[in-house]
């Protein structure tokens, strides 16, 4: 046993300090860690609102380019429109969803979480139709703004814009 004869190893003091030091070092990037998994949730939720949102804005808007007419019975809470197999359609917010409802139909929610929805009128003029029951004809571009936050989240509301120009008027 002579070969560790002037061999020391690590004190108890040494050993406790280092410890706490990788302690401290875990315990901050256990922080970074966490705040990190935050961010990727908002996130997450954000995109899933965008692309939820996106997809409805595209379902209407298509239907909407085809559109006969925008009905007398439009307003900024809800659309209105005879599509182009002849039928009245409904697009509305109701329970914070937005639902599709065609005429005789059950509705149809196409995406949850709405806090609000919002239809304005253009004229051919650029001039936005306050009252679409007196000049429903001369509607040429219908504005969506729709604005949904995810129940439970703490992100901020999702807005996304949209202006539809009415092409197979009759």
Known sequence: MGYLQGERGFTLVELMLSIMLLG????AAWGFFGQGHIFWKHGEHNVDMYDSL???QNRIGRELKCAGKITVSSN???LFFINSGGKVVKY???SNALYRQEQGAVPQPLVSDIESIGFAYIDGAGIEVND???????VRLVK???T???????VKPVTLVQIIRLRALS
């Not at 401290?24 to 315990?27: D, G, K, N, S, Y």
Request: glycine letters at 6%.
């Open 144 to 146: 969506i703004t729709i």
């Open 92 to 94: 509305y917010c109701s």
């Open 54 to 56: 996106r997809i409805s």
């Open 148 to 154: 949904a936050k995810k129940q439970g989240s703490k």
């Open 24 to 27: 401290i070092l875990f315990t």
């Open 132 to 138: 679409v029951s007196s000049c429903a004809g001369s």
């Open 76 to 78: 900024s809470n809800n």
